[in-house]
Every structure is written in structure tokens, then in C-alpha cells.
């Protein structure tokens, strides 16, 4: 079983519509969790981080988090062309500061 | 804030020779450094933790003779892929731990090996 698992898609939404990825992860003593936007040939970015159960919003970003459930989620409002990524879920497993990152997401919005 | 540059963006050399490649965290402390490797179409793979003034922390099957890794300061770090060969040509990326576990990534480097 892998440790961060990820749909890897790609899932498709037509533009104005919402994107809404997910993230389930194994390790129960997880304590950090976070959203990385890749563009195609470019390096990761944070998009989005939440550390406590329930919802984090950050203008068209909501990360939502179910630490019962071990699972976390991102939905991004009003998609745009532009977030047509691959998007990353990492976690913390609170053994030292590595991130443990599920394969990713593909995230395509039709114009 | 938490910038992180990565030197060069791109760097192509021929095969048994080394090559060095440099992460500074901009405008921020970083007492951890992470080097990652992306082959096309594939996940970021952890090569080695990196904490300032000790040695790096290889992840299994990364050859820590092979890539060597320096964190100087709390500011730089280096990675050196000595001996390259073409099955070393990747995208390798750095990242710089802030807080809470947060790492932000540096723009990546691109090696072709020939």
C-alpha cells in the first residue's frame, strides 16, 4: 500500500467549474499536509497547507482535512485555464521533516 | 518570502565528468535542505536530506558517493554528481524547510548527460 495515494487522472473541468482532487495517506501519526502545484517542466509549488482538521480556504483554494478518515482535499473554485496542472499531495509522517508526496493528480480545464 | 534559487537552470556535460549544482534559500533561514530527482512523467524522487553542518541523509538506493552533498551555511547547499553518466541526466530539484514542515522548491536544474 502506498503511503500517499493520489488519483492520477487526469481529471477534466470545464472552465467556472470546481476541481476537486483528493489525498488518502496510510501513516495515522501524520501531521502536516500540503498541496504543491507542477506545472509541466517546472518545479513544485505550495499552494495550500493544513495542519488541523476541518477547512482552510485561500481565495479559490479550500484544503480540506479528516484526520479520522486519512484523507485531505483540495477544491479550487472558478477553475481557470492556467491551473491546468499536475497537482502534488504531501505529507508529514512527523518523523523528522521529510514530505512523503503521493504521484500527483493531472488537472486539465477546458476553455 | 521563502525564495529558493537554484544554479544553473540547465547544464549539459559529457560522460566521467562532475558536475555542481548550488541551492540558496533567498530570504530565509533553512536548517533543512531536501535534493529531489524527476525523471519525465514521474514522481518527485527524495534523493537526500541535508541539514547544516552535518552530513546529508541518503535515502535507500541513492549512492552517497556518487552524489555529493555539502549544506554549508543555512543558506547553501550544493549537490555534486560526480562521474555523470547518461542515466544521471534528470531534473533535479532542491527545496528549503521554513517552518512547519513547509519546504519550498527551488526552479530545478536540468542535467543532460552525453
Known amino acids: 500500500q502506498k503511503e500517499v495515494e493520489q488519483n492520477s487522472g487526469p481529471l477534466s473541468v470545464p472552465e467556472g467549474a470546481i476541481a476537486s482532487l483528493n489525498c488518502t495517506y496510510s501513516?495515522?501519526?501524520?501531521?502536516?499536509f500540503f498541496w504543491y502545484r507542477q506545472y509541466s517542466g517546472k518545479s513544485p509549488e505550495l499552494i495550500m497547507s493544513i495542519y488541523s482538521n476541518g477547512d482552510k480556504e485561500d481565495g479559490r483554494f479550500t484544503a480540506q482535512l479528516n484526520k479520522a478518515s486519512q484523507y485531505v482535499s483540495l477544491l479550487i473554485r472558478d477553475s481557470q485555464p492556467s491551473d491546468s496542472a499536475t497537482y502534488l499531495c504531501?505529507?508529514?509522517?512527523?518523523?523528522?521533516?521529510?514530505?512523503?508526496f503521493g504521484a500527483g493528480t493531472i488537472l486539465r480545464v477546458k476553455s | 518570502g521563502a525564495v529558493v534559487s537554484q544554479h544553473p537552470s540547465w547544464v549539459i556535460c559529457k560522460s566521467g565528468t562532475s558536475v555542481k549544482i548550488e541551492c540558496r534559500s533567498l530570504?530565509?533561514?533553512?536548517?533543512?535542505m531536501f535534493w529531489y530527482r524527476q525523471f519525465p512523467k514521474q514522481s518527485l524522487m527524495l534523493m537526500a536530506t541535508?541539514?547544516?553542518?552535518?552530513?546529508?541523509?541518503?535515502e535507500q538506493g541513492v549512492e552517497k558517493d556518487k552524489f555529493l552533498i555539502n549544506h554549508a551555511s543555512l543558506t547553501l547547499s550544493t549537490l555534486t554528481v560526480t562521474s555523470a553518466h547518461p542515466e544521471d541526466s534528470s531534473f533535479y530539484i532542491c527545496?528549503?524547510?521554513?517552518?512547519?514542515?513547509?519546504?519550498?522548491f527551488g526552479p530545478g536544474t536540468r542535467l543532460t548527460v552525453t
Open positions: 501513516d495515522r501519526v501524520s501531521q502536516s
Open positions: 530570504d530565509f533561514q533553512a536548517t533543512t
Open positions: 504531501a505529507v508529514n509522517q512527523g518523523y523528522g521533516n521529510k514530505l512523503v
Open positions: 527545496s528549503a524547510s521554513r517552518q512547519e514542515y513547509e519546504q519550498y
Open positions: 541535508s541539514n547544516e553542518g552535518s552530513k546529508a541523509t541518503y
